[in-house]
């Protein structure tokens, strides 16, 4: 004795018909529903282009590690007391900043892993040096929250540059790193550009001889 | 079978608390690598595997002189006179840590006096080199601190003298003069 297969109801109708419905167009369509909802609130759009800020002189970038308050541009023509003489052909560009490391361990002003790396004027390579105003020292150790005045030295062709051109000067800001596969501690590496000043060129001043 | 059942769940039990003890009693990333601290008192010789020093006088002042140099600051300068000789070696034996730690914050001694600070100075076996160790730091930061003295930039795995110092006991002087470096006095 078999029971008659009874006439499907409409909700089994239903079932029946998506369980034949491809799981690829399934998942399709919901995707594609994702997208739709995302652009009715602009999500297709183009991101706005993040316009670099620019830092006055006088007014203070804050770093991740560092807070720099770029100051003036400044052509010599030598430092022969400081022991930085250009080469033939060559003056020097000093680019002053107010410097103050905002991390709790001192902070290096070495090329390639301190604070050299964070100010580099459009075009120019890593500074010749990157001393002390108060008394010269080279590559000075910054330390905790104590703002120092630093002088970053470039060579550049004479002529390039004159009293009242404008130089323009990127920022750079770094990442945190802490410890690693062979590497220990904390520090701050790969510079990003973050921000851009601009300067005007002064001409040294006999006087104080910078 | 029951009594098994119970012994075998004991056993876990204990097997996993020996695995938390060791765990968290076991030197973490850094620390199987940390530097062996000497703690000592200022006026006393402290003395670890290749350094020993002695810690004379701090004080405190906003502008400092050596013979050659004046030392100006947008913070305040913490003088520190010591004595400083190698042990066993002299090979690459310098004073290079000189560290004044001060709450969560690390300050390292000032290169700025260049000749006139012990501080890089290569050390003797048996002779001190007596001379002042001069710290940057910002005038608010003056409290309790922990001198930490070693061979080498990195001192990590070998000795760390540390001696405590109280800052916010010293009176503060506008300015302080520091004796030169001195080799061979105690």
Known sequence: ????????????????????????????????????????????????????????????HHGAQL???????????????????????????????EVTNTWNTPATTLNGVGAADNLRPVELDEPLAVVLLADGTPTPQLQPRVPVELGYIWQVPVGSLEAGDPVRVDIYDKVYRAD?????????????LSAFTELTVDLAEPADGR | MNLRHVANGALLAVILAVAAVVQHTSPGDGGWQ?????????????????????????????EVQTSDWTGQTTGIWVVVDVSAEAVVDEFAARLGTAQLVIGDE????????????????SLSV??????????????????????????DSDPRLDSLL??????????????ATANDVQWGAE
């Open chain 1, 67 to 97: 807070d720099i308050t770029p100051e003036r541009a400044i052509l010599v023509d030598s430092l022969t007391e400081e022991g930085y003489e250009p080469d033939p052909g060559y003056v020097l560009l000093v680019i002053t900043a």
């Open chain 2, 126 to 151: 048996g002779i001190p080199t007596r001379g002042p160790l001069f710290f940057e730091i910002p005038t608010d930061a003056l409290g309790k601190a922990r001198l930490q003295l070693g061979i």
């Open chain 1, 180 to 192: 690693g596969f062979v590497t220990y501690g904390e520090r701050f590496q790969e510079p990003f």
């Open chain 2, 34 to 62: 940390q530097p062996i601290e000497v703690t000592g008192t200022v006026g006393d010789r402290v003395e670890g595997r290749n350094i020993a020093a002695t810690v004379w006088s701090a004080q405190v002042a906003r």
């Open chain 2, 106 to 121: 690390t300050f390292s001694a000032s290169e700025r006096p260049d000749l006139d600070t012990v501080y890089r100075n």
């Open chain 2, 162 to 175: 540390v001696i405590p110092l109280d800052l916010s006991q010293l009176e503060v002087r506008d300015s």
């Open chain 1, 1 to 60: 004795m078999t029971v008659p297969a009874a006439k499907p109801t409409r909700r089994e109708a239903a079932r029946a018909l998506f369980d034949r419905l491809p799981t690829k167009w399934v998942v399709t369509a919901a995707a594609g529903l994702a997208v739709l909802s995302t652009a009715a609130f602009g999500g297709l759009e183009d991101a706005p282009a993040q316009e670099l800020p620019q830092v006055l002189p006088g007014d203070t």
